[in-house]
């Protein structure tokens, strides 16, 4: 059965960095292409990046655009988010999510001084 499975979240100050993963099984994760989503309490879940199913191609929301970096390793069954200069409202638990429509259980991400 797929599973995708989050980690990487934590507590980090502000400008701080922090590199979630999502390992997936059970599928085969090269076909998908890959999506990292957020939600804040109170807030509707938001898209906050894609991959494609190669890499090369990317796309970022404009609030994390050019302080995200969405990557992934299809040896690994891997995607990355790295998150440099966190801003208290990246407060949020964020998710994978594939093509299929999966998701992980979510990895909290406090941004906080």
């Known amino acids: 059965q797929v599973q995708l499975t989050e980690s990487g979240g934590g507590l980090v100050h502000p400008g701080g960095s922090l590199r979630l993963s999502c390992v997936a099984s059970?599928?085969?994760?090269?076909?998908?292409?890959m999506r990292w989503f957020r939600q804040a309490p109170g807030k509707e879940r938001e898209l906050v990046a894609s991959?494609?199913?190669?890499?090369?191609?990317?796309n970022y929301a404009d609030s994390v655009n050019g302080r995200f970096t969405i990557s992934r390793d299809n040896g690994k069954n891997t995607v990355y988010l790295q998150m440099n200069n966190l801003k208290p409202e990246d407060t949020a638990v964020y998710y994978c999510?594939?093509?299929?429509?999966?998701w992980g259980q979510g990895t909290q991400v406090t941004v906080s001084s």
């Open positions: 059970g599928f085969t994760f090269s076909n998908y292409a």
């Open positions: 999510r594939d093509d299929e429509g999966n």
């Open positions: 991959i494609s199913r190669t890499g090369l191609g990317t």
